[in-house]
T-cell receptor, first 114, second 111 residues
């Protein structure tokens, strides 16, 4: 299947700092990427759709000023968690669609905010 | 509200048995359905996609779709301990390519 990478895989930061997570499609171009968040023992919750060349669209209840998304190129989307707080600690996963709407997921980024 | 429902489990089966995982969805207009496997601490891995009514087989996995009943299932034959994971059912919404996930079913295959 298609390959999607994420960086970093794990990050620990202090409360109030910002953290940037990168998502790259390695062997295909993606005009759209998706960002999910997963809390322990819970399912994936879609946060936002990242669109190359235009603004991201956010799901209801997701603060766009807190979770900044930039789709800089056809292979790169970034999610910046601004002024992170302990309740933002979670597993953040990106995905990119290819072929017939099949989405491939990155390996995820585990964020811990102290 | 577009919803996807799964039994959370845990579902425990002995090694070599058939594991049956079920999923229902609320959006009657959905056309694309996916099963993902997620090991603890890892991201989801695509197992099967299914688009038409009936069965689709891939190795030990068989996906079944019944659009009239809004029901998708995944059968795992000859279950192995390495199949122990959480299985996520996902439905593609008509607009925007968004995937909606069920809460996942935790499967445990006992040696």
């Amino acid at each position: 299947g298609a390959v999607v990478s994420q960086h970093p895989s794990r990050v620990i930061c202090k409360s109030g700092t910002s953290v940037k997570i990168e998502c790259r499609s390695l062997d295909f171009q993606a005009t759209t990427m998706f960002w999910y968040r997963q809390f322990p023992k819970k399912s994936l919750m879609l946060m936002a759709t990242s669109n190359e060349g235009s603004k991201a669209t956010y799901e209801q209840g997701v603060e766009k000023d807190k979770f900044l998304i930039n789709h800089a190129s056809l292979t790169l989307s970034t999610l910046t968690v601004t002024s992170a707080h302990p309740e933002d600690s979670s597993f953040y996963i990106c995905s990119a669609p290819t072929g017939r709407d099949t989405q491939y997921f990155g390996p995820g980024t585990r964020l811990t905010v102290l | 509200q577009k919803e996807v429902e799964q039994n959370s489990g845990p579902l425990s089966v002995p090694e070599g048995a058939i594991a049956s995982l079920n999923c229902t969805y609320s959006d009657r207009g959905s056309q694309s359905f996916f099963w993902y496997r997620q090991y603890s601490g890892k991201s989801p891995e695509l197992i099967m996609s299914i688009y038409s009514n009936g069965d689709k087989e891939d190795g030990r996995f068989t996906a079944q779709l019944n659009k009239a009943s809004q029901y998708v299932s995944l059968l795992i034959r000859d279950s192995q301990p390495s199949d122990s994971a959480t299985y996520l059912c996902a439905v593609l919404l008509d607009q925007g390519g968004k995937l909606i996930f069920g809460q996942g079913t935790e499967l445990s295959v006992k040696p």
